[in-house]
C-alpha cells in the first residue's frame, strides 16, 4: 500500500512537472536578462526536472524527486532574488 502511495504521488508529481514546463521555460527566458550569471547557470534546471518527469513516466525510475526537493528551492530563491531587484529598480 505504502509503495502504491508513493508511485501515485510521484506520477502525480511528473504530471504536474510535465504541465508546469511550458511555463517555466518561457517565464526563465523572459527574466534572464534581470538575473545574475550564476542565476542563469542555475534557470536551465527546468530541464532536469523536465526530464526527470519524462523518465518517470516512460520507465517508473524516480529520478524526480531528488531532483525537485534539491532543485525547486534554490530556483525559487533565485527568482526572489530577481523579483526583489526588479520591484527595487521600477
Known amino acids: 500500500m505504502k509503495a502504491q502511495a508513493a508511485a501515485t504521488d510521484v506520477k502525480n508529481l511528473a504530471a504536474l ?3 508546469k514546463v ?3 521555460e518561457r517565464n526563465y527566458a523572459e527574466l534572464a536578462p534581470y538575473m545574475t550569471v550564476a542565476q542563469r547557470s542555475r534557470a536551465s534546471w527546468w530541464l532536469a526536472l523536465d526530464v526527470g518527469a519524462d523518465t518517470y513516466l516512460r520507465t517508473g525510475k524516480d529520478n524526480l524527486t531528488g531532483a ?6 534554490l530556483m525559487i530563491a533565485d527568482l526572489d532574488d ?3 531587484n526588479l520591484k527595487a529598480i521600477t
Do not use: D, I, N, W
Open 22 to 24: 511550458p511555463m517555466m
Open 17 to 19: 512537472v510535465k504541465q
Open 82 to 84: 530577481v523579483a526583489k
Open 68 to 73: 525537485v526537493t534539491g532543485l525547486v528551492p
